[in-house]
């Protein structure tokens, strides 16, 4: 007992020799957080590298394909197609960090960043974190429904032209023409007047 209290005493006494806190990571601008610092008593504090913190979402990139919205299953991004518009409120308040959306943008436009904090004690607190845009709708042709954004419907039929290579590059151009602003249902029911069967690829 005596023993142990000893042993307890000494440790106490030899750790107040040097800093057993970490700074907070982040804390003081002049210090590059990205790298181990070691101090007296060789302790550090860092950001680790891939750190998964708040995702950065890029407008300007984002093509509105909302994929990112189907594999977030925190509900942090949601989509809504109203008026010709699809909009997206992506409420970071909910986010898990998990990555998936940055997996899953094909535009590359959500980087995980290493900002971690998402505490704020001011009046507005909960809107601080929440961002919100919106990108074009194509409507259908025939019955007015929403077909794609129409940043992705640029984007993929270029894509598509493109990666069917030379001979069926006009054939491919000539469907999309025919049947790319319409809505899935459209398409299916209008496919066989519209000779629209891939087997003409084959
Ligand atoms: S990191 Fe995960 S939880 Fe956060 S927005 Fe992306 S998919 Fe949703
Ligand atoms: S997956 Fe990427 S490109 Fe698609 S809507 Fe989300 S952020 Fe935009």
New binding site residues.
């Given amino acids: 007992m005596v023993k142990g209290k000893i042993k307890l005493l000494k440790e106490a006494l030899e750790s107040s020799k040097s800093i057993q806190t970490l700074d907070y990571p982040g804390g003081d601008p002049q210090i590059d957080y990205s790298k181990p610092r070691f101090g007296s008593g060789a302790k550090y504090s860092h950001i680790c590298e891939g750190l998964r913190g708040v995702?950065q979402y890029s407008e300007e990139d984002c093509c509105g394909c909302a994929a990112?919205e189907s594999?977030?299953?925190?509900n942090?991004?949601k989509t809504e197609d109203v008026n010709g518009k699809r909009i997206f409120t992506?409420d970071l308040g909910r986010?898990?960090?998990?990555?998936?959306?940055?997996e899953e943008c094909p535009e590359d436009a959500?980087k995980?960043t290493s900002r971690f904090e998402l505490a704020y004690t001011g009046p507005d607190s909960q809107n601080l974190e929440k961002v919100k845009f919106e990108r074009d709708l194509i409507l259908c042709e025939r019955c007015g429904n929403p077909v794609a954004p129409v940043k992705q419907y640029e984007i993929y039929s270029e894509k598509v032209v493109k990666n069917l290579g030379e001979k069926w590059r006009e054939q491919s151009k000539e469907d999309i023409e025919k049947a790319g602003k319409l809505c899935r249902e459209c398409r299916r029911r209008n496919a066989y007047t519209l000779n629209l069967h891939t087997r003409k690829y084959y």
């Fill in positions: 995702p990112c594999v977030c299953t925190a942090t991004i992506i986010c898990v960090f998990c990555g998936r959306c940055e959500i995980l």
